[in-house]
């Protein structure tokens, strides 16, 4: 519920039914298309939560094409294995065709865990997903702490809730 914390006047939108039939305005939003603990039964994480999500994967993915290209997405939480976030970047990926991938370039930003011996890094690289290269952002680090000091910048000059 942290995120929430830091941004209190943004949208939580909590599973997968909830950000696909809902009419996002794709600013000062919050997806947790995993679940929340708020909402215990939103949770992914049986092998069943798993394929009924990927069942309706390609409908979430239409629904985000948009946002992935417009706006900075931040995925926390997510590792670049999920089979869900693989897939619904393929389906984004797929969609937009190659000719237009580079325009995912600094919108996607992945916060990932400190493997052993690794230092706190930012690099700009590619994912690959079946020979789909999706360009991303990759943080990696084990103070969190600093990736939402660094969120809590970016301050709007009109307040969320107003342009919402």
């Given at each position: 519920?942290?995120?929430?914390?830091?941004?209190?006047?943004?949208?939580?939108?909590?599973?997968?039914?909830?950000?696909?039939?809902?009419?996002?305005?794709?600013?000062?939003?919050?997806?947790?298309?995993?679940?929340?603990?708020?909402?215990?039964?939103?949770?992914?994480?049986?092998?069943?939560?798993?394929?009924?999500?990927?069942?309706?994967?390609k409908y979430l993915a239409s629904k985000l094409i948009t946002l992935f290209i417009e706006h900075l997405i931040i995925f926390i939480g997510y590792s670049l294995s999920d089979p869900n976030i693989k897939s619904i970047l393929k389906s984004i990926a797929l969609c937009i065709g190659e000719e237009h991938i580079n325009q995912l370039r600094k919108n996607l930003i992945f916060v990932q865990r400190l493997k052993n011996g690794e230092k706190d890094s930012v690099s700009h690289t590619y994912h690959t997903i079946d020979d789909v290269q999706i360009p991303i952002v990759l943080v990696k680090t084990n103070d969190f702490r600093k990736v939402y000091r660094a969120l809590s910048h970016f301050k709007s000059k009109i307040p969320v809730n107003l342009l919402r």
């Open positions: 519920m942290f995120i929430e914390e830091l941004f209190p006047n943004y949208k939580v939108y909590i599973g997968q039914n909830e950000l696909l039939f809902s009419t996002t305005q794709n600013i000062g939003e919050i997806y947790k298309i995993h679940g929340c603990i708020k909402e215990i039964n939103s949770l992914v994480l049986t092998d069943y939560d798993y394929h009924d999500f990927e069942e309706k994967n």
